[in-house]
T-cell receptor, first 116, second 111 residues
C-alpha cells in the first residue's frame, strides 16, 4: 500500500513552453501533498504544500506564478511549470501525506524535466 | 536550517550491519525522528520513524537515546541494494507538516 505515482517520468520541452506534472496517490486519500525540486548532487528542496480544495502554500523564493499547483481532488495534485527556461531543468518529486498513523509522507518516483 | 547532523558518507561491507548515526540535539518533545532513503534518481523511500522508544520493522531498526538527542538507524544485513543517501529528519506528526531534508549520509555497500 501507500503508492504515489507521477506522470510523466521524464519530459523534454522547449524554452518558453509550459509543462504539467501529475502526482497521484493510488491507494489512499491525501488531503495534503508536497512538491520538491532536486538539482544534481543536492538534497530535496521543498517548493510548496498543496492542500485539497485550497490554494497552495509556497516556500520563500518559489515563484507561485511560475509554478502553478492545483490539488483538485484527494488523490491528484498537479504542478505546472509555466514559461519554462533551462534553469528550471531539474528533478521534480511529489509526496502525499498518509492520513493514518504517523502521517508519513510517501513519495512519487519523480519527474525529470529538461528545458532546451 | 537543518535540525539534524549526519556524517556525509559511510562504507559498509555486504552482509554486515550498517549503523547510521544522527544527532538532533534541539529536538522538541512533540517531534518524531523519521528516516528516509533515496536511491539514485528515484523518489525517497520511507524507512521508519519513532518518538522515544526503539522501533523495528522489516527494513530496519531505530535506536533513540534516552535524552532523544541522537539516534541510530540499523540495517541488520546490508546488501548492495541498500546503497543510497539516508536522511534523518525530525518533524511533528501532523498532516500538513512537510519533511525538510538535510544533506543526509551516503551509504556505500560493497561486496
Amino acid at each position: 500500500g501507500a503508492v504515489v505515482s507521477q506522470h510523466p517520468s521524464w519530459v523534454i520541452c522547449k524554452s518558453g513552453t509550459s509543462v504539467k506534472i501529475e502526482c497521484r496517490s493510488l491507494d489512499f486519500q491525501a488531503t495534503t501533498m508536497f512538491w520538491y525540486r532536486q538539482f544534481p548532487k543536492q538534497s530535496l528542496m521543498l517548493m510548496a504544500t498543496s492542500n485539497e480544495g485550497s490554494k497552495a502554500t509556497y516556500e520563500q523564493g518559489v515563484e507561485k506564478d511560475k509554478f502553478l499547483i492545483n490539488h483538485a481532488s484527494l488523490t491528484l495534485s498537479t504542478l505546472t511549470v509555466t514559461s519554462a527556461h533551462p534553469e528550471d531543468s531539474s528533478f521534480y518529486i511529489c509526496s502525499a501525506s498518509h492520513p493514518v498513523g504517523g502521517y508519513e509522507q510517501y513519495f512519487g518516483p519523480g519527474t525529470r524535466l529538461t528545458v532546451t | 536550517d537543518a535540525k539534524t547532523t549526519q556524517p556525509p558518507s559511510m562504507d559498509c561491507a555486504e552482509g554486515r550491519a550498517a549503523n547510521l548515526p544522527c544527532n538532533h540535539s534541539t529536538i522538541s518533545g512533540n517531534e518524531y525522528v523519521y528516516w528516509y532513503r533515496q536511491i539514485h534518481s528515484q523518489g525517497p523511500q520511507y524507512i521508519i520513524h519513532g518518538l522515544k522508544n526503539n522501533e523495528t520493522n522489516e527494513m530496519a531498526s531505530l535506536i533513540i537515546t534516552e535524552d532523544r538527542k541522537s539516534s541510530t538507524l540499523i540495517l541488520p544485513h546490508a546488501t548492495l541494494r541498500d546503497t543510497a543517501v539516508y536522511y534523518c529528519i525530525v518533524r511533528v506528526s501532523q498532516a500538513g507538516t512537510a519533511l525538510i531534508f538535510g544533506k543526509g549520509t551516503t551509504l556505500s555497500v560493497s561486496s
